[in-house]
């Protein structure tokens, strides 16, 4: 799905938001524990429009950095090293496969701030509890 900004969206599931309360703009950890504003419940299909959309960017760890360099170096040079060296270099090659194919079908976790159409706003929220309009 493509988040932008301006996008409207509709929950899509009912919504049970409770816990501690804070003044909008305080820090977390001003956020006073022993304050309960009771339980909000929305209900799925109510609207609202997205006003920031966060995703992260993944960091490789260090296998998948690895795996990157010995990639390139066999790339650009595996055709003039001696049949050993290459074949050492396609076998730690094929080790770290495991980790690269793991860090591509990893996905960040895109997080949205929606302002519904009944006036609550919803801050790093999944992108899962909206559908697209």
Known sequence: MTWTE????SLAADLRVGGAVALA????????TSVSAGTLYLAAGTG???????RPEKAPGPDVREYERLRSLLADF???MPPG???????????L????TAYQKEEPRTTVRVRLDNGFVLADAREDLFVLE
Do not use: F, I, Y
């Open 97 to 100: 496969e495991p980790a690269w």
């Open 6 to 9: 301006g996008r409207r969206v």
């Open 48 to 54: 609202g429009t997205v006003e920031r959309v966060d």
């Open 85 to 95: 060296s290459r074949q050492q270099l396609v076998e730690q090659v094929a080790s």
């Open 25 to 32: 703009g305080s820090l977390p950890a001003e956020t006073d």
């Open 78 to 80: 595996g055709h003039q």
